[in-house]
Nanobody, 117 residues
């Protein structure tokens, strides 16, 4: 099993930056890809960015050029650097891990990001 704990959310003005962190613990050696999802009120949860164990990355079109996903294997932590934030980035952000051969989904508890003046 894997436990995921997010941190780093908060209130920021448009154009500002935030860095989210996701600390993983447990059987982390069996984690395949990890990613960040977000869910705004009244909307479906969507994939924002993902990173594989090999370091390949994926970004949703809406965040390309503004967000950067990274992974520090020594600290068992994944990050999402968010720059040039927009009000439409406001959502609860969730850390996700794809685990093991069966691809079991693990989720963090979520962290609120609010972009507002």
């Amino acid at each position: 099993q894997v436990q995921l704990v997010e941190s780093g959310g908060g209130l920021v003005q448009p154009g500002g930056s935030l860095r989210l962190s996701c600390a993983a613990s447990g059987s982390i050696f069996s984690i395949n890809a990890m990613g960040w999802y977000r869910q705004a009120p009244g909307k479906q949860r969507e994939l924002v960015a993902a990173i594989t164990s090999g370091g390949s990355t994926y970004y949703a079109d809406s965040v390309k050029g503004r967000f950067t996903i990274s992974r520090d294997n020594a600290k068992n932590t994944m990050y999402l650097q968010m720059n040039s934030l927009k009000p439409e980035d406001t959502a609860v952000y969730y850390c996700h891990a794809d685990y093991g051969v069966a691809g079991i989904d693990y989720w963090g508890q979520g962290t609120q990001v609010t972009v507002s003046s």
